[in-house]
């Protein structure tokens, strides 16, 4: 990383901050009207208040959901997931009445369809691989990190371009298959360290996690990516919509 750089009375209106770090960047005596933050933010401080326990809750409140994901109980987990596909089920029957809309994309972001692409590598590599101990090639249509040497490799085919109800069909058997494994898992099987092989495949950072720890990557990243879609869908079904 560049050092530390110090902005003084620049005008960055309008100004887009995109995969950045900014850990522990502080904006002093700043101007910040109808601003949007989105990313992993953890002990924000604004005005002298720590808000982020307030972002939580409030997150918490809208989707309880997030209650479930976070918990040790199976029971809780099984019924994250079971909420989690039912809420991409709702989603994908509103992109059906929208033909077309599913290769449509907003600011820069992936369009749904490459987001459900996208799940079907996390359930691959996180759940698959991390949970499962699988050493099996991942699903060729899945998109995964753009990180080298791993952005195409173990079966990735980046020349694919499936239609939607290929990518359907794919994602209902993995979420099938996840629900089916919930059902006989045990505390201590979460708890135990996870199986992931030896060898050089995504993720690599994995190793020494517990497998309720993947697992918990795999519901997250369903979640997070459901409200990143719905807000794109959003965004595109919105009346002044260009």
């Given at each position: 990383?560049?050092s530390?750089t110090r902005y003084?009375d ?8 995109r995969?950045?770090?900014l850990?522990g960047a502080r ?9 949007v933050i ?5 002990n924000?401080?604004?005005?002298g208040v ?13 989707h309880p959901v997030?209650?479930?994901?976070r918990?040790?109980d199976p029971a ?11 809420g991409w089920?709702?989603t ?10 599913e290769?449509r ?5 992936w369009s ?14 996180w ?12 699903t ?14 173990h079966?990735?085919?980046?020349s694919?371009?499936?239609?939607l ?7 209902a058997a993995?979420?099938?298959e ?18 992931v092989p030896?060898?050089d ?17 795999v519901?997250n990243?369903?979640?997070?990516h459901?409200?990143?879609c ?8 919105a009346?002044?919509?260009?």
């Open positions: 990383m560049r530390m003084v620049e005008d960055l209106h309008g100004a887009e901050f995969e950045c770090e850990s904006l002093i005596g700043v101007v910040m009207q109808d601003a989105d990313g992993l933010v953890t924000l401080v604004v005005n720590e808000v982020t326990g307030y972002v939580e809750a409030e997150l918490d409140r809208r997030r209650v479930l994901i918990s040790e809780d987990l099984r019924e994250a997931a079971r909420l989690l596909h039912a089920a709702a994908i029957e509103r992109i059906r009445r929208t033909p077309g809309i290769r994309s907003v600011n820069d972001e749904a369809l490459q987001t459900l692409r996208h799940l079907v590598f996390v359930h691959d590599s759940f698959r691989r991390c949970c499962l101990g699988s050493a099996g090639l991942f060729p249509m899945g998109i995964g990190t753009t990180v080298e040497p791993y952005r195409g490799a079966g990735i085919d980046l694919l371009d499936p239609d109800d290929e990518v359907v069909s794919v994602r993995q979420a099938a996840l629900e089916a494994w919930l059902e006989e898992v045990t505390p201590a099987r979460l708890a135990a360290r996870a199986p030896d060898d495949v995504w993720p690599p950072y994995a190793r020494g996690r517990s497998v309720r720890q993947c697992l918990g990557t519901l990243e369903t979640f997070e459901h409200g990143f719905v807000r794109d869908l959003d965004l595109i079904e009346p002044d919509a260009g």
